[in-house]
């Protein structure tokens, strides 16, 4: 009933940059927040960053992109961005977006999941 849409993952080298993006649609009465976690075979799952929708928003890093990576949000467009400089290596792996929200009034908020989008930060 959520549906998320991610786009702007790619081929990049070390040290470049790419900019996630990550459009929430359907049934939403409010989003609680929006962030993205990674993951990739053998791997453990990480979140790598969130920013709330209420108030001025709240936003967490990962230890491992802090000073790096870069959320921010579009509330009106139901929309979180992720900038993601002076990537890594480590940094490959499959990014999903995921949007936790209320789909009516008064309901218990859930977690949607986007579909992923690879980012390869490779020679």
């Known amino acids: 009933q959520v549906q998320l849409v991610e786009s702007g993952g790619g081929l990049v080298q070390p040290g470049g940059s790419l900019r996630l993006s990550c459009a929430a649609s359907?049934?939403?009465?409010?989003?609680?927040?929006m962030g993205w976690y990674r993951q990739a075979p053998g791997k453990e799952r990480e979140l790598v960053a969130f920013i709330t929708f209420v108030g001025s928003g709240y936003i967490n890093y990962a230890d491992s992109v802090k000073g790096r990576f870069t959320i921010s949000r579009d509330n009106a467009k139901n929309t979180v961005y992720l900038q993601m400089n002076s990537l890594k290596p480590e940094d490959t792996d499959v990014y999903y977006c995921?949007?936790?929200?209320?789909?009516?009034?008064?309901?218990?908020?859930?977690?949607?999941w986007g579909q992923g989008t690879q980012v390869t930060v490779s020679h």
């Open positions: 995921y949007c936790t929200s209320q789909q009516t009034r008064g309901a218990d908020a859930y977690q949607y």
């Open positions: 359907g049934s939403i009465f409010s989003i609680v927040a």
